[in-house]
């Protein structure tokens, strides 16, 4: 018998992208990618902060959204029926909701844009919208969560991303199933309702009601691009909507970063969780979640995982031309955990050394000619080292000559030998941070120089 083949198991983002139609729309052929002069900051960017909020940070223990779904096979210990989420709304009172104190946290650490949930997936509105009363203007009149970020961001001199779900569990409520996989072509998995019981079928909906749907995230989104100024990212998340179109989009803010989990195609691809298995072409950004495992805040994941994990990530995304961006979510205060200016201090102490490694910076050609990520300045080259990579460091040279590598923390001038092609650096044990450290290479100008 010949060898099976392994069957992969989905991830959870893709499990989650798979319920909510991200990359589907028809919209996906007649995309081209933003020329405009005041849109080319994003390959640049780097680093991003992704701002994951909402009502279920008041329960401290489901996901955003996600944990009133029933069934998920991702996650589940963690959920509650539709009626004991959208219960929640009540309770939200984030009266320590100041973000230009943690933007500029972010701001100091490097951080160069900033993206926030707007809406997620439950359907409540962080800003005051005509369109529906799931949200911040029935239960906190007077209150703009999204104007005060935005003009955070501004403060903060970062670029203003701004998060929005066009799939929406609370505007279509009596027309959907609240129970992972249900509905899906084939499947015998019974329906539920907002209470978690199982139903024979959903309703039908009336003549027009998908018309009325596209009008309201339509509505939303217009209220988002006029409302605030300039909008430097639009950050959809589920699709195949007809909804708005991009040239409208750009119509009304001509220099934004459009992503494409909406119409299909986008200025950049967003890759969740995962670094790609090759390296992409063109601009991208990885995200991914500082915290162990939610978008939304959960009070026993409050401390954040280590620097470690997340230079190590930053470093593999930058090597391959990419941004990151992390998410953090804030306590259903509005203020951020604790761990969170811990772990902003410790970047900005190692940005005070590493910027220039990041930023400003080529892509390298990891693994193909160097054996960790890498990014390019002219003849220089910087070697991004994890903290758990013990081997020595490994560079074709191309018949190029190194003129000498440093370590660019402290200035200690590494050993180097080559043989044939291939140069050898030692970075000695001893010499380790416990973070990522960065190798500087400078290459002669010209072969034999």
Not at 87 to 105: G, H, N, V
Not at 110 to 126: C, E, N, Q
Not at 331 to 346: L, N
Not at 389 to 397: G, H, I, Q
Request: proline content about 7%; glycine content about 8%; overall charge neutral.
């Amino acid at each position: 018998m010949g060898k099976q083949k392994k069957t992969e198991v989905p991830s959870s983002a893709q499990q989650q992208h798979a319920m909510i139609g991200v990359g589907a729309s028809p919209e996906r052929d007649k995309f081209r990618r933003t020329t405009h002069p005041d849109a080319q900051w994003f390959p640049e960017a780097g680093l991003g902060l992704f701002v994951c909020w909402g009502i279920s940070a008041v329960h401290g223990d489901i996901d955003l959204s996600w944990g009133m779904i029933a069934d998920r096979p991702w996650d589940k210990r963690r959920q509650v029926t539709p009626e004991e989420y959208y219960a929640l709304a009540e309770r939200f009172r984030p009266d320590s909701f100041r973000p230009e104190r943690w933007l500029r946290a972010a701001r100091e650490a490097g951080f160069r844009y900033a993206v926030f949930t707007t809406k997620h997936h439950d359907g409540y509105t962080l800003w005051p919208s005509a369109y529906t009363d799931m949200g911040v203007q029935k239960y906190l009149p007077g209150v703009d969560l999204v104007g005060d970020f935005v003009e955070a961001c501004r403060r903060c001199d970062l670029k203003v991303g701004l998060y929005y779900s066009p799939p929406d569990w609370h505007f279509n409520r009596q027309y959907m199933s609240y129970r992972y996989n249900s509905g899906k072509e084939g499947s015998t998995i019974a329906h539920y309702d907002r209470r978690h019981q199982e139903i024979a079928a959903l309703p039908v909906k009336p003549p027009g009601w998908d018309e009325y749907f596209h009008a309201y995230i339509r509505g939303q989104t217009l209220e988002l691009l006029t409302r605030y100024g300039k909008v430097d990212v639009l950050w959809f998340d589920g699709g195949d909507y007809p909804s708005i179109s991009v040239e409208e989009i750009r119509s009304l803010q001509p220099s934004i970063v459009i992503n494409p989990r909406m119409h299909g195609q986008g200025d950049f691809l967003t890759p969740e969780c995962k670094m790609p298995d090759d390296q992409p072409t063109g601009w991208w950004e990885l995200c991914d979640t500082w915290g162990y495992g939610s978008w939304g805040y959960t009070k026993r994941y409050e401390e954040l995982r280590p620097n470690s994990w997340m230079l190590t990530d930053f470093a593999k995304v930058r090597g391959w031309g990419g941004n990151f961006l992390v998410n953090v979510a804030p306590r259903p205060d509005g203020e951020q955990p604790d761990s969170y200016y811990d772990r902003m201090r410790e970047i900005a102490m190692w940005m005070n050394y590493g910027a220039e490694a990041v930023f400003g910076v080529e892509r390298g050609s990891y693994p193909a000619v160097v054996n960790v990520p890498t990014t390019i300045k002219g003849d220089v080259w910087y070697l991004l080292v994890p903290p758990d990579f013990s081997e020595p460091l490994y560079v074709k040279t191309g018949g190029r000559k190194i003129c000498d590598a440093l370590l660019l923390r402290n200035g200690t001038r590494l050993s180097v030998a080559t043989e044939s092609d291939t140069a050898r650096i030692d970075l000695p044990t001893a010499e380790r941070s416990g973070l990522v450290d960065i190798v500087k290479v400078r290459w002669t100008k010209t072969t034999g120089e």
